[in-house]
Nanobody, 123 residues
């Protein structure tokens, strides 16, 4: 099981980024995949998750109307489209799987993680 997160970078406030979480070694369509972020000095915070049946759960209220999670099963990849980015969105973003079909907002219930991709929102 391997997850590879990518797509981070430096963006100005109000800009957009699309993060990708490419899975290998397992069919990600059968599992819940979640996106978390971790700012310096803070814990890992749940953002959004997509279940195996493609139900979407938003955990972070401030991002609910700006971030969209989706999956492309043909590419074994889950995406996080982030629009209207704010400086407070600056963090390292991680994707992970619970190893089951359902999502969780708790990082310790995820069994495997990608290495993270850094998002910096600054002018």
């Amino acid at each position: 099981v391997q997850l590879q997160a990518s797509g981070g970078g430096l963006v100005q406030p109000g800009g957009s980024l699309r993060l990708s979480c490419a899975a290998s070694g397992f069919p990600s369509s059968y599992y819940a995949i979640g996106w978390f972020r971790q700012a310096p000095g803070k814990g890992r915070e749940a953002m959004s998750c997509i279940t195996a049946s493609n139900d979407i759960i938003h955990y972070e209220e401030s991002a609910k109307d700006r971030f969209t999670i989706s999956r492309d099963n043909s590419k074994n990849t889950v995406y996080l489209q982030m629009n209207s980015l704010k400086p407070e969105d600056t963090a390292k973003y991680y994707c992970g799987t619970t190893g089951g079909t359902l999502c969780s907002r708790y990082a310790d219930e995820y069994t495997d993680w990608g290495q993270g991709t850094l998002v910096t929102v600054s002018s």
